[in-house]
């Protein structure tokens, strides 16, 4: 008899020990990893013919990622004349182009010569 109680002190005292002690994880509110989804950097492929697509709508994130396909193209460097940027696009590597987030409307770009042409369109933030 007093082995029987003894064990089941023993339970229900492990049981209580279990509840009162919850683990840091379980408190913690869910995580939403994935939300808000950020957005897609516009794309602009370099290829022989120039940039493809030549005219590209940017989100609010304002980025561009250029990506020469290319060894024979002229367009070996990215500048957005008017806002004072240029890069250059080695072959087959993704070239992020930040534009400040103050820039509205179509921003023009070209190849290091001003050969080829293109824009990028920055929409009005959603904000
Ligand atoms: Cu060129």
């Given at each position: 008899?007093?082995?029987?109680?003894s064990a089941v002190f023993i339970a229900s005292a492990t049981l209580a020990g279990c509840e009162s002690a919850p683990s840091p994880s379980a408190i913690r509110p869910v995580s939403s990893a994935k939300a808000?989804?950020?957005?897609e950097p516009s794309r602009v492929e370099v290829g022989e013919?120039?940039?493809?697509?030549?005219?590209?709508?940017?989100?609010a994130n304002r980025q561009v990622v250029f990506r020469?396909?290319?060894q024979n193209t002229c367009a070996t460097?990215?500048?957005f004349p008017s806002l004072g940027i240029?890069?250059?696009l080695p072959l087959n590597t993704d070239v992020v182009v930040d534009l400040p987030s103050t820039v509205r409307g179509e921003?023009?770009?070209q190849c290091g010569m001003g050969m080829y042409r293109g824009a990028a369109i920055a929409l009005e933030r959603t904000q």
């Open positions: 008899m007093r082995n029987l109680l808000p989804v950020a957005q013919m120039g940039f493809q697509p030549s005219h590209v709508a940017i989100g020469r396909t290319a460097a990215i500048a240029q890069k250059s921003i023009g770009f």
